[in-house]
C-alpha cells in the first residue's frame, strides 16, 4: 500500500481501452481519481461507463494502456482495493439470505478461503451498516427490503471490503427523494474518509452536487475536468449528440429510462 | 415383527449395520452438498453427472469387478465434472449441452454392461446399487469419496454461497468462478459416485436433491439450510432401511432397499411440502405481512396493527 504522497491519485488510467470479447468498448481513458476525490463518468445509454467500471475490476479485458491502483500497474488483486456496486444487480429476492450476511460477503476477500469472520468483520459490517443508514436492519432478509433499501445494503458490502476506490454503476436509477438523500450523504461521508469514488450517471444535478470532476464518455473519452468547466451545455450536447434526450445545464432527460 | 424390531433390533445384523453406516456418510455429504445445488440451480447438472458416472462405473466394473466400480466412477465424474463446467461456461445452451453428454454416455454404458455375461443382474446392480450387499471393503473407499466431496465444499463454502446469491459481485470481488464451478461440479459428481454403490447412479438423483428442497421449505435461514438437510436426510436413510427390512422380513414383501430408501425420500418431502402449503393457507396474514416488508418494516408494522394482526412470525 505504498504511494507516492505528492501524486496522490489512488486510481489512474492511461491511455486505456476495455472491450469485451464480443464486440462493445471504450477506449481513450484518460483518469486520474485522488483519496476522497469523486469522480461523475456521464454519457448516453450505450457510452461504454458500465463496461469502463467493469473493466477497471478486471472483469472486462484491457485491450490497450495502463491501470495503476495505489501506484501499482495492472494488479491482478484487485478485489480488495477496488469496491463496487453493479448497476441494479438481478438478484433473486427468495434467496435466504440476510442483509447482514450480504454486507459480510464485503469481507470475503480478506478472510480469504479458510478464515470465517470473527470479532472485527462484525465489527466492519456494523460501521457498513451504519454509513448507509440501515444499522436496525440487519437481521432482516436481504428479499424483503425495498429496492432502495437493497441497493444502500449492497453499497454497504461494497463498504465493508474498506475499499480505496469505489466504483458506483447507475446507484440512483430508480430511488426515491429519502433513498436518494441517504446515498448522497454517504458519498459525501465517504469523500471525507478519503475513499476515491467514480460514479456513473445521467443525474447533472447529482454529479454537479458530490462531485468534483466529471468526464463524459460516448464510446471513446469526449473530455474531463472539473465539473464547472466540463459540464457546459455544448459539451453535454455533443456527448449526446445521437440519442433523442431534453436538458439544459442542469438535468438531462432520457426517453424510456428513470434519470432525474 | 415390531416397529422396534424394524426401526433398532435389524441393525444388530451386519449388513444393515453396514447399510445404515454408508447411508448416514451419503446423508451427511449429500445434505449439505444438496443445499448448494439448490441454491445455485444446479439440478439439472447433477442429473447430467448421475448419468455420466454410469459408463465409469460399467467400465470399472468390467476391469476390476466390484473393486473397480469406485475408480472408474470417480474418472468418469472428474472427466463429466470437467465437461459440463466448460461446457456450460463456453455458452453451450446449458441444457441441450447437458442432455447430449447425459444420452451419450449413458449408451456408452449400457454397451460395455452388455458384454458382460450377466446382462440384467449388472445392469440393475450398476443402475439401482446393492445396498444390502455392499462387503465391508467397499466401505472404506466410499467414506473417503465423500469426505473428499465434503471437504472440498467446506473449503470453499463462502465463496460459494456468494456466487449462488450474486454471480456478479463474486466475480467483482475476485472471486475465481471457474475455479468454484469445478469444485461444485467435481463434489457432486463425487457424491454421486460414492452413492452408486449403495443406492445406484439414478437414484442418487433423490439423496442429492431431495434434503436441501426440503430444507428450503422449512427454513429462511442460510446457515439452517445445512443442518436440517443433513438430519432430514439422515432420518429418512434410517426409515428407509428400516422400512425395507419390515417389507421383507416382517411382511413377506421382497422390496429392493435402495428403491425403498429413495421412496421414502420423496415421500418424506411431499409430507412437508403439504405441511408448508398447509401452514401457509392457514397463516396468510403472515404472507400478507411479509410481503409488504417489501415496502419497509415501519409500513409493515402499521399495516399489521392496523388489521389486528399481531407481528409476523
Known amino acids: 500500500m505504498t504511494r507516492d504522497p505528492a501524486d496522490g491519485a489512488v486510481l489512474e488510467l492511461h491511455e486505456a481501452a476495455f472491450s469485451h470479447p464480443g464486440g462493445g468498448g471504450v477506449s481513450g481513458i484518460e483518469l486520474r481519481v485522488a483519496a476522497g476525490e469523486s469522480v461523475a463518468l456521464i454519457g448516453p445509454n450505450g457510452a461504454g461507463k458500465s463496461t469502463l467500471l467493469q473493466g477497471i475490476l478486471g472483469l472486462v479485458p484491457m485491450t490497450a494502456g495502463s491501470l495503476r491502483i495505489d501506484g501499482v500497474a495492472n494488479a491482478r488483486d484487485r478485489g480488495r482495493a477496488v469496491g463496487y456496486l453493479p448497476q441494479q444487480a438481478a438478484l433473486d429476492p427468495e434467496f435466504p439470505i440476510t442483509l447482514d450476511q450480504v454486507v459480510m460477503q464485503g469481507r470475503y476477500r480478506r478472510l480469504g478461503w479458510l478464515r470465517w469472520p470473527g470479532r472485527a468483520d462484525r465489527r466492519a459490517v456494523a460501521d457498513a451498516l451504519s454509513a448507509v443508514g440501515l444499522a436496525h436492519r440487519g437481521g432482516a432478509r436481504f428479499g424483503d427490503l425495498s429496492g432502495g433499501q437493497r441497493q444502500r445494503g449492497l453499497l454497504a458490502r461494497a463498504l465493508a471490503s474498506e475499499p480505496r476506490v469505489l466504483l458506483l454503476d447507475e446507484p440512483f436509477n430508480g430511488l426515491d427523494q429519502p433513498n436518494r438523500d441517504a446515498l448522497l450523504e454517504t458519498v459525501r461521508e465517504l469523500k471525507g474518509r478519503g475513499v476515491a469514488l467514480l460514479i456513473s450517471t445521467h443525474d447533472l444535478e447529482l454529479a454537479r452536487e458530490v462531485c468534483d470532476t466529471v468526464v463524459l464518455l460516448n464510446g471513446v473519452q469526449l473530455s474531463a475536468g472539473p465539473v464547472d468547466q466540463v459540464l457546459t451545455l455544448g459539451n453535454v450536447q455533443e456527448c449526446f449528440s445521437d440519442q433523442g434526450v431534453e436538458f439544459d445545464e442542469h438535468t438531462l432527460v432520457v426517453p424510456g429510462h428513470e434519470g432525474h | 415383527m415390531d416397529a422396534a424390531d424394524a426401526l433398532f433390533g435389524a441393525f444388530a445384523l451386519p449388513f444393515m449395520a453396514r447399510a445404515l453406516v454408508v447411508l448416514l456418510v451419503l446423508a451427511v455429504v449429500a445434505g449439505f452438498v444438496g443445499v448448494l445445488v439448490n441454491l445455485r440451480g444446479l439440478e439439472f447438472i447433477s442429473d447430467g453427472l448421475t448419468h455420466a458416472v454410469f459408463p465409469g462405473l460399467a467400465i470399472g466394473f468390467a476391469l476390476g469387478g466390484f473393486g473397480g466400480l469406485i475408480p472408474g466412477a470417480a474418472v468418469a465424474a472428474l472427466i463429466a465434472a470437467l465437461l459440463l463446467t466448460m461446457l456450460a461456461r463456453a455458452g453451450v445452451a446449458s441444457d441441450s449441452a447437458i442432455a447430449i453428454v447425459l444420452t451419450a454416455t449413458f449408451s456408452v454404458g449400457v454397451i460395455v454392461v452388455s458384454r458382460g455375461n450377466d446382462y440384467a443382474g449388472e445392469l440393475e446392480a450398476l443402475l439401482f446399487g446393492r445396498l444390502l450387499t455392499?462387503?465391508?471393503?467397499?466401505?472404506?473407499?466410499?467414506?473417503?469419496?465423500?469426505?473428499?466431496?465434503?471437504?472440498?465444499?467446506a473449503v470453499t463454502l463462502k465463496q460459494q454461497l456468494f456466487r449462488a446469491f450474486d454471480p456478479v459481485g463474486s466475480r467483482a470481488a475476485g472471486a475465481p468462478d471457474l475455479g468454484l464451478d469445478l469444485a461444485l461440479n467435481a463434489a457432486i459428481a463425487l457424491v454421486?459416485?460414492?452413492?452408486?454403490?449403495?443406492?445406484?447412479?439414478?437414484?442418487?438423483?433423490?439423496?442429492?436433491?431431495?434434503?436441501?428442497?426440503?430444507?428450503?421449505?422449512?427454513?429462511?435461514?442460510?446457515?439452517?439450510?445445512?443442518?436440517?438437510?443433513?438430519?432430514?436426510?439422515a432420518l429418512c436413510a434410517w426409515l428407509g432401511l428400516a422400512s425395507g427390512f419390515a417389507l421383507s422380513v416382517?411382511?413377506?414383501?421382497?422390496?429392493?432397499?435402495?428403491?425403498?430408501?429413495?421412496?421414502?425420500?420423496?415421500?418424506?418431502?411431499?409430507?412437508?411440502?403439504?405441511?408448508?402449503?398447509?401452514?401457509?393457507?392457514?397463516?396468510?396474514?403472515?404472507a400478507a405481512a411479509r410481503r409488504v416488508t417489501a415496502a419497509g418494516a415501519e409500513r409493515a408494522a402499521s399495516v399489521t396493527s392496523s388489521t389486528g394482526v399481531g407481528t409476523a412470525g
Open chain 2, 134 to 153: 455392499i462387503t465391508p471393503e467397499e466401505v472404506v473407499p466410499i467414506v473417503a469419496v465423500a469426505l473428499v466431496a465434503l471437504v472440498t465444499v
Open chain 2, 192 to 233: 454421486v459416485v460414492a452413492a452408486s454403490t449403495a443406492i445406484g447412479s439414478l437414484l442418487v438423483l433423490a439423496l442429492l436433491i431431495v434434503p436441501g428442497a426440503t430444507a428450503r421449505l422449512l427454513s429462511n435461514r442460510l446457515f439452517a439450510l445445512f443442518p436440517i438437510a443433513i438430519g432430514f436426510a
Open chain 2, 250 to 286: 416382517g411382511a413377506g414383501i421382497d422390496v429392493p432397499g435402495g428403491a425403498t430408501v429413495a421412496g421414502v425420500f420423496v415421500a418424506a418431502y411431499v409430507l412437508v411440502l403439504l405441511g408448508f402449503l398447509l401452514v401457509r393457507r392457514l397463516r396468510p396474514a403472515d
